[in-house]
């Protein structure tokens, strides 16, 4: 297992993370315990000494079954993350509260990393205007807290303001080979880089897109190493970056953790040909988008309340990746209804609007037409 020194904290951690909020699932929709102690357990006796979880992970399980889990182990012998829902968080009593809370669902005396969630500018300053980071500061100094961090979903500006904010142990991120310029992307890496605040990386896979490449883009690694999974060009690719300290891997069965574990086992970073082959696999990808909406928001507000962007960045990426488990969960939970293409009246307003001249009411059509098949097979 390759194991990657946080310098600023005195430890190491193993590259490879088991991320705990994919675990297989019952007919019921509940953990399947048997299998995913099986898979904690083959992860464990090979080296990956990092565990996260999330107070929200299976609708509040997560938690819960993976501090049982873990208790059969050494507790020096891992480290435990776990992270604050800040949306819950209306006064700083109910950070300790919930901090409390979880330490009992988990069944510890303290967590290893502890994240404020899901951080974004305007969640940030409320945290800091509700006085929780001295809570969580002194729930460092009473020894409930080794290391302090924080997961961040937003744009790289809010994450300058954050990193920059106070010393962090360390931060978590969304970061792979196709999500360079999203959120805080690759300059967010830099600059944690030049702080020496590590960095756990999440979303390595894309949610498991980079898993299943079209064989247009396949081919280029093919061409590397047949047999290699894309999964594991994927995680290599981020664990080329000498700053990455631990890459989550949310993993959901045995084949899963295996391929995992073999990538880590004898860690490779990318030669100069391999990274070259990336770029040709980006562009291949980038290359299949349904339209040109480079999510200007010109077109915005729709007097309909039409999301126009947002129709077309879930329609571009099912284009890139034919993934349509993300199709499905994106159709359903990150669009509401009213903003959906089939509320387009086709008044013509946004094309106006449109520096790329897009057929905006034509490719709302589309995509609403051929969404709405892709989802009901």
Known sequence: MEF????????????LGFGCMR????????????????????????????????????????EIFTGKVLDQYDRSTYYLATK????????????????????????????????????NRESFDKMVSLGVLEVMDRLKA????????????????AFEHIINFRPWDFCQIQLNYMDTEEQAGIKGYEIAEKLGVPIVIMEPIKGGSLARLPEDAAQYLEELEAGR???????????????????????????QVQDNLNTFED?????????????????TLRSRVKNGCTGCNYCMP???????????????????????????????????DKAKAVNCTECGQCEEAC?????????????QKEIETVCAK
Not at 142 to 157: A, P, Q, R, T, V
Not at 267 to 282: C, G, I, P, Q, W
Request: hydrophobic residues 35%.
């Open 302 to 336: 729709c007097p309909f309340g039409v999301d126009i962007p947002k129709n077309f960045s879930i329609w571009n990426s099912y284009g890139m990746y034919n993934n349509k488990g993300e199709l499905d969960w994106l159709w359903s939970h990150d669009i509401e």
């Open 84 to 119: 604050l829902p800040c949306w819950l968080v209306e006064k700083a009593e109910d950070a300790e509260r919930l901090f409390n809370e979880q330490l009992t669902k988990l069944h510890k005396d303290y967590i290893d990393f502890y994240l404020l969630h899901a951080l």
């Open 267 to 283: 860690f490779v970073a990318l030669s100069d040909k391999e990274s070259k082959a990336f770029t040709k696999v980006a562009d």
């Open 23 to 62: 675990y297989p699932k019952n007919q019921d929709g509940s953990i399947d315990e048997v299998r995913a102690e099986k898979m904690i357990d083959i992860a464990y006796q090979n080296g990956v000494n990092y565990y996260d979880t999330a107070y929200v992970y299976h609708e509040g399980k997560s």
């Open 142 to 157: 009473e020894g409930k807290i080794k290391y302090l961090g924080f997961s961040f979903h937003d744009g790289y500006e």
């Open 355 to 367: 520096p790329q001249k897009i057929s905006i009411r034509a490719d709302l059509k589309t995509l």
């Open 4 to 15: 990657r020194e946080m310098e600023n904290l005195g430890i190491k951690t193993s590259l």
């Open 229 to 255: 999974s894309a999964a594991s060009w994927a995680l290599r690719w981020v664990g080329s970056l000498p700053n990455v300290k631990v890459i989550l891997s949310g993993m959901s069965d045995d084949a």
